[in-house]
């Protein structure tokens, strides 16, 4: 059973992004408040679920930390880090005649600050065309009208120190022999076309909140059926997503 597989890749680059070290946590917020959330490869659940405001955007933090005090005849002597220790030096005064005992201590600091970034993958709660699922990756899936998968598409949004990449992948199962192959590329192409332009519009759209100058981009695109030849995805396909105009 031959699997077809195209790749877009759109690497987003500024001349002047924000200074903030928190850009990436930023981003995920803005996305999550546009209905894509950013998850672990590892995520498991539904839209619903990965659609949570307490892991996005600029929130109140809880750290709290924990250690041991001892005292000796009812005064104050050291803190230890781990209760284990405590309780052995405790036991090692009392045993040297010493009046010693050991009380927990926690400390609770509140703050202000973004949530972590939680992963480069995406669960979708916007109204896509596919169906948002975790099963294997976090990834989009088409069904045709008999509700078997025929093409799944994969989104990664990779931030670095310079650049966004944003990276579609597509897949198609083909089963039986004699395939028309410009048969299964057009689907592979038109199927995830409409979701895959809008994911980059919104992403692009939410990068250019912590750019000081143009975002600018560029495009890399290929297919490959597993197991046989590469070749380069055609400037129309490349339009197709890059394009702010949706298909009917």
Known sequence: MPTYERTMEIEFTSDE?????????RVASYLHERGIHMVSSYF????ETANDDDNYGYVEHEDSTTN??????????????YRSEAIRAVDGLIENGYVADWTELTEIKRYMGWKKWRGEYMMHSWECEGLSR???YPHIRY????????????????????KW????????DIEGKG????????????????DMRNVRSIVQECLELISD???????????????????????ETVSLIMSDEEEE
């Open 134 to 136: 975790s099963s294997g």
């Open 44 to 47: 498991w659940g539904d839209a």
């Open 165 to 172: 990449t944003l990276t579609f992948r597509i897949t198609h």
């Open 213 to 235: 100058a143009p975002v600018e981009f560029n495009v890399n695109c290929s297919t490959k059926i597993l197991s046989s030849a590469n070749y380069d995805c055609s400037p």
């Open 179 to 194: 395939v028309d192959r410009k048969k299964v590329e057009d689907r592979i192409v038109q199927i995830p076309a409409n």
């Open 17 to 25: 992004w924000s200074s903030s070290d928190k850009n990436a946590e």
């Open 143 to 162: 069904l045709d009208d008999g509700g078997i998968m025929t093409v799944q598409l994969r989104i990664r949004l990779v931030p670095s120190y310079n």
């Open 68 to 81: 041991y005090q001892v005292t000796i005849d009812d005064r104050e002597a050291f803190v230890i880090d």
